[in-house]
């Protein structure tokens, strides 16, 4: 099922980015926001993270619209001692609240060695692995964590819990594109589910359930995700999420998951009060001076060199992502038909030039 | 499989603390490494994480003995900044290498929010999560992380990469024992695997490989596990142990896992290096005062009131722990017959007074 069959049209990744910022900015959000979700959006969808790229600008647009985020926030970053701050985001959208948070964590680890931030009164941030690499970028090591609304069981619970509480680990190497983990702490993604039951492709045993919580392989049945490790060994994953969850909301005086607003609404007025949390450290904090990136290099190196089982090569966490990069940058970001179509009204609808569509 | 068709003997953990410190003192272990292993050995006992608990001690023994762990080290702690420092474990026991760096990692955490540090030139400390619950006993959030020799494949490789390097994190609750999260990155525990093959069980699919990297449900073929994720999904898990292993070694300056000695041997002579990685969080660096310990309690309360969808109820990571850290605490630690036996054999190989068997 690749995604060529769907394919609508390409797109330049610098004029989506304009696109994404002038539709932003007519639906009422500052400069300082545009910015940040082109650029958190322009970033994933050049990494093939297509689930957390462009399609999601008609969500964000109709938030702003719809009054639950904030376009114009003032956000307010308080130190509270050498490594630690809390970040207020004002109820403005989570990619703003993310690259801030990320740069005041960068500024004390390049001080203290370590800095966190946990951000309260915040929105969906798109990719986590955004904020991640917008540490590696820097030479520095970043983590990311978010809490979302509940989508994931629990091991064993009948009803979701969790939301799919992604976490994303970034670190420089010399010579070569960032390290870069971006998971859900789900067993599938939703997106996953929805494409098999597109097909009528039956799902792997163990990772989906329907709405009692039993395990199910009908996609169509499914009504909540199984967290990492399946039915056998879901502790795992839902221990990872409940990690996640305590980093995003309990340090962020937020609530938890399980009582968050559900992103896709219909409640688009009321803001939700999404916690994140960003953790960065300074390898030259430890190691030698440049010696952690030359050092990732030797180790993925090894990685790289490990006889494959398959036809595929083994790969590191990053590899598949910066080679659809290489690839996007010079043929394009694709655009699906439903893609295609939102954004031509969106266009419409906020008269902002069309994409120029290749 | 229940443990009580195997029980030989039951004994109480403070005659099994005396009896692990004698043992190590006769085989050239110092008083504080003396210590440090018999807190780690029988907190991991009393929790049930049987793997990591007094069945360990034969193989300390045997490794201070034939001289790959140092008795008697001088652990050097170096700070580097506000928020960060290293220590070098001069390749004594791993327990003692972890205590004294959670101890440096909790004090930077009392006065810049965060602590974290490197450890290198150490050797198996146990189970990651007796040290995460250090600083969760203090009121902190601890993380620990640590790589081991490989045992794991990664996402469609061959052979074996990383070890089953775990990921532990605790976090205190108030008026309740702490959240403890202690988890290997690998699909299935390599004891789980052993028990199936004595049992001549199937195993799940998608969790264990034969030589070739091949999955298989045969315990007796298998020779590696898959990482979390299995399958199709140990993209996640192999990732998860990058990750690991990118801090305790990387950042320590140690060999990456795939390098490391096995730790069975046969060489017990030579120090293997093996790198961890410890990080202390004050939770009043971020939320308010004593308000994150309530905040989780509350956060435990919605999670362990989820409906289940079996007969057992919904446990959050820890509460199995406690539950069986209570029964044995009242009843004594079980022996299997296998551990009776080595125990009585330790006994009079290093005149140390016997366990009291009850």
Known sequence: MSHSQYLACRVGHDDLSRFIQQALA?????????????????????????????????????????????????????????????????????????YRAMEHAAAMARQAGMGAVAVGHSSHFGAAGCYALAAAEQG?????????????????????????????????????????????????????????????????????????????????????????????????????????????????????????????GPDMHTPRGVGHFFLVMHPDAFAGQGEFAQRMGDYLRDLRGMASSAEAKVLAPGDREWQTRRERRAEGIPLDHAQRDAYRRIAEQYRVEPLSEG
Request: with cysteine; proline share 7%.
């Open 140 to 264: 520095l090591i970043g983590m990311a964590f978010c809490n979302s609304d509940p989508f994931v069981l629990l091991h064993g619970s009948q009803a979701p819990f969790h939301g799919t509480n992604p976490i994303a680990f970034a670190a420089p190497v010399e010579n070569d594109d960032p390290y870069l983990l971006d998971m859900a702490t789900s067993a599938v993604p939703w997106n996953r589910v929805q494409q098999y039951a597109a097909i009528d492709r039956p799902l792997p045993p163990d990772i989906a359930a329907d709405g009692n919580g039993t395990t199910t392989t009908d996609a169509k049945r499914v009504e909540a995700l199984l967290p990492l490790g399946g039915g056998s060994f879901g502790f795992k994953g839902a221990g990872l999420a409940g990690m996640v969850e305590v980093l995003s909301s309990t340090l962020s005086n937020m609530v938890h998951g399980f009582h968050l607003l559900p992103m896709g």
């Open 26 to 98: 007519a639906a009422g959000a500052d400069t300082a926001s545009q910015q940040a979700v082109s650029r958190a959006l322009v970033t994933a969808s050049l990494m093939g993270t297509d689930s957390h790229g462009l399609r999601l600008l008609p969500h964000y647009l109709q938030a702003l619209q719809g009054g639950r985020i904030n376009g114009s926030p003032e956000m307010r970053f308080e130190q509270r001692l050498a490594a630690t701050g809390v970040l207020d985001a004002d109820n403005g959208l989570g990619h703003l609240a993310g």
